[in-house]
Antibody, heavy 120, light 107 residues
Framework: EVQLVESGGGLVEPGGSLRLSCAAS????????MHWVRQAPGKGLVWVSR????????TYADSVKGRFTISRDNAKNTLYLQMNTLRAEDTAVYYC?????????????WGQGTMVTVSS | EIVMTQSPATLSVSPGERATLSCRAS??????LAWYQQKPGQAPRLLIY???TRATGIPARFSGSGSGTEFTLTISSLQSEDFAVYYC?????????FGQGTKLEIK
């Protein structure tokens, strides 16, 4: 079964850090671009970041550029999102999502999401 | 950044009827548009990409149309499981952007 499972969310104070993980199974992880998409409580979807299949190229939304870092370990079939200098507005469910292929831009497999709450 | 605007915000339709959801882009995105369905507490599910191509396993009652700046998602005969929030997404330009969603509710 093709699956993505996120972990690492939780409560963190403003200015703090958190690292999210996304474990992939059931497909050849190293063949796909991967993304992070977030959804604030009761709000819509916002694309956050993208990484190419070998990890050599990354792209970020302006709202997280310089604070978040996306990475991957193809040997471990795992995607990561390192989040630093967190703000209240980063509070959201974070989904990892598989690109339909090599930078096709649509997301055909999603994880169940992990909640990040930034609050003092 | 391309702004995606969906209408209406909420659509009330009876089971068995047709639902038509709209999405407008602030500039031309060719056919680089996708539609997603999201149910409460669940992750989104890809329905349509390329404006009109159904994703794997999506029933034929879901259809998409449009190009340029105007797009439509049509659900031909609503089933109980179709009541959800629907998002459009453009992938023509960075950053990828989503519409604010249309909530499809039972009338």
């Amino acid at each position: 079964e093709v699956q993505l499972v996120e972990s690492g969310g939780g409560l963190v104070e403003p200015g703090g850090s958190l690292r999210l993980s996304c474990a992939a199974s059931g497909f050849t992880f190293s063949s796909y671009y991967m993304h992070w998409v977030r959804q604030a409580p009761g709000k819509g979807l916002v694309w956050v970041s993208r990484i190419n299949s070998d990890g050599g190229s990354t792209t970020y939304a302006d709202s997280v550029k310089g604070r978040f870092t996306i990475s991957r370990d193809n040997a471990k079939n795992t995607l990561y999102l390192q989040m630093n200098t967190l703000r209240a507005e980063d509070t959201a469910v974070y989904y990892c999502a598989r690109d339909r292929g090599l930078n096709l831009g649509t997301f055909d497999i999603w994880g169940q999401g992990t909640m990040v709450t930034v609050s003092s | 950044e391309i702004v995606m605007t969906q209408s209406p915000a909420t659509l009330s339709v009876s089971p068995g009827e047709r639902a038509t959801l709209s999405c407008r882009a602030s500039q031309s995105i060719s056919s680089n548009l996708a539609w997603y369905q999201q149910k409460p507490g669940q992750a989104p599910r890809l329905l349509i990409y390329g404006a009109s191509t159904r994703a794997t396993g999506i029933p034929a009652r879901f259809s998409g149309s449009g190009s340029g700046t105007e797009f439509t998602l049509t659900i031909s005969s609503l089933q109980s499981e179709d009541f959800a929030v629907y998002y459009c997404q453009q992938y023509n330009n960075w950053p990828y952007t989503f519409g604010q969603g249309t909530k499809l509710e039972i009338k």
